[in-house]
T-cell receptor, first 111, second 115 residues
Framework: GNSVTQMEGPVTLSEEAFLTINCTYTATGYPSLFWYVQYPGEGLQLLLKATKADDKGSNKGFEATYRKETTSFHLEKGSVQVSDSAVYFCACWSNDYKLSFGAGTTVTVRA | DAGVIQSPRHEVTEMGQEVTLRCKPISGHDYLFWYRQTMMRGLELLIYFNNNVPIDDSGMPEDRFSAKMPNASFSTLKIQPSEPRDSAVYFC?????????????FGPGTRLTVL
């Protein structure tokens, strides 16, 4: 089935720094791609998604562009805040109708 | 809507005991998923249901694990007997459909500790 690979963490940044978390996918066709975020002590919640090639998903200052040429869906934010400290998961739909998650990247933003 | 509700939020039990985790999906969602999250293995899909029927249980680790969905608003994940290696955070999620563009909505999880 389809799968994603995301950069390992942890990532530690200062406030207002630029954040990039790399995610690449292996898939048959062009499945929808997602970024989920998990704040401490909570469940995962959808951050953004893109349903077809060249789509850009955006939310809360985060962006990710579905790039079929490089099979990537990197997450970016131009100026992070302490409240962005969380675990970020890249995910894609698999051919067997399951959501395949990456290993997660822990991001810590320091004031 | 209150979102996906899970209970209990924390469970501590001793090895060999039966553990039952509960989930109430978002009303109107036809799909329900059970996941397990550990540091070593990340997020694993255990089983999912469509309209209360189990569709894929290939992720259930062994016969000690069982899941049921007696109606559209309730599901249980049972471990009997429990073992220390079952210690993890168990998430329930629901969605309107599966595949394509569909978003899964996760509950807050149940943190299980088996001593």
């Amino acid at each position: 089935g389809n799968s994603v690979t995301q950069m390992e963490g942890p990532v530690t940044l200062s406030e207002e720094a630029f954040l990039t978390i790399n995610c690449t996918y292996t898939a048959t066709g062009y499945p929808s791609l997602f970024w989920y975020v998990q704040y401490p002590g909570e469940g995962l919640q959808l951050l953004l998604k893109a349903t077809k090639a060249d789509d850009k998903g955006s939310n809360k200052g985060f962006e990710a562009t579905y790039r079929k040429e490089t099979t990537s869906f990197h997450l970016e934010k131009g100026s992070v805040q302490v409240s962005d400290s969380a675990v970020y998961f890249c995910a894609c739909w698999s051919n067997d109708y399951k959501l395949s998650f990456g290993a997660g990247t822990t991001v810590t933003v320091r004031a | 809507d209150a979102g996906v509700i899970q209970s209990p939020r924390h469970e501590v039990t001793e090895m060999g005991q039966e553990v039952t985790l509960r989930c109430k999906p978002i009303s109107g969602h036809d799909y329900l998923f059970w996941y397990r999250q550990t540091m070593m293995r990340g997020l694993e899909l255990l089983i999912y249901f469509n309209n209360n029927v189990p569709i894929d249980d290939s992720g259930m680790p062994e016969d000690r694990f069982s899941a049921k969905m007696p109606n559209a608003s309730f599901s249980t994940l049972k471990i009997q007997p429990s073992e220390p290696r079952d210690s993890a955070v168990y998430f329930c999620a629901s969605s309107l459909r599966t595949g394509g563009t569909d978003t899964q909505y996760f509950g807050p999880g149940t943190r299980l500790t088996v001593l």
